[in-house]
């Protein structure tokens, strides 16, 4: 008599089981987690220890197809309230198949802190990845490719660092309304953003 194969059979409790918990697991990390983030912080809280130190800087912004804002997008970067030798900015772009090569190309002829990095299609966190393994400095900075950063944004990001125990801040993120871009502004706690800094480690911190 040959070997039977039994189907399992799904019972109503297992099913209760599951759903709730990926309910749970979702409110935890979109509610529960940020709530207790929050009390602990005003129960201990610790002010980050902030300085005037200029590290190294290398400003990634991942690319595709970005043609319409990228020229911008550069020309804010290259207005940033930080010492111009201690700074470049890399677009990685991420197979951009319009003219976003092209204009970071004609840009950089002109600006020697801009550098294009083709990457091959993988995404924008592949390109990123990609660009941050080619960089050499002290700190690397994340941005979209159509947001604008207020002047003194990277300074304020980076005097962060200057703690031993932060390793990321973040900037916040406001919806400018008449020019329909996301605009960085500086900012003393960092809630969820995709534009932010953190330190690139050449060894493991202590």
């Known amino acids: ?40 912080a005003r129960l201990r809280p610790r ?25 911008r997008r550069l020309e804010n970067l290259l207005q940033l309230d930080y010492p111009p030798d201690r700074v470049q900015i890399v677009v990685a772009s991420d197979a951009s198949g319009d003219a976003t090569d092209e204009i970071v190309e004609r840009m950089a002829t002109l600006e020697p802190r801009i550098h294009l990095l083709r990457c091959p299609r993988g995404g924008k966190v592949a390109a990123q990845n990609l660009a941050v393994r080619e960089s050499g400095a002290d700190v690397v900075a994340f941005s ?18 200057a703690d031993p125990e932060v390793a ?18 500086s900012a003393d706690r960092p809630p969820r953003s995709r534009n932010g800094a953190g330190r690139r480690w050449t060894r493991s911190p202590r």
């Open 47 to 71: 002010p980050v220890r902030t300085g005037d130190e200029e590290p190294t800087v290398t400003v990634i912004v991942a690319a595709h197809d970005e043609e319409t804002v990228i020229e």
């Open 168 to 185: 990321y801040v973040c900037g916040r993120a406001a919806r400018a309304r008449r020019a329909a871009r996301d605009r960085v502004r």
């Open 1 to 40: 008599m040959g070997n039977r194969l039994r189907s399992r059979v799904v019972t109503p409790a297992l099913l209760k089981t599951l759903f709730w918990g990926s309910a749970a697991a979702l409110v935890w990390t979109h509610a529960g987690y940020p709530l207790a983030a929050a009390v602990a």
């Open 144 to 161: 979209d490719a159509n947001a604008t950063w207020a002047p003194d944004a990277l300074r304020t990001l980076v005097r962060n660092l």
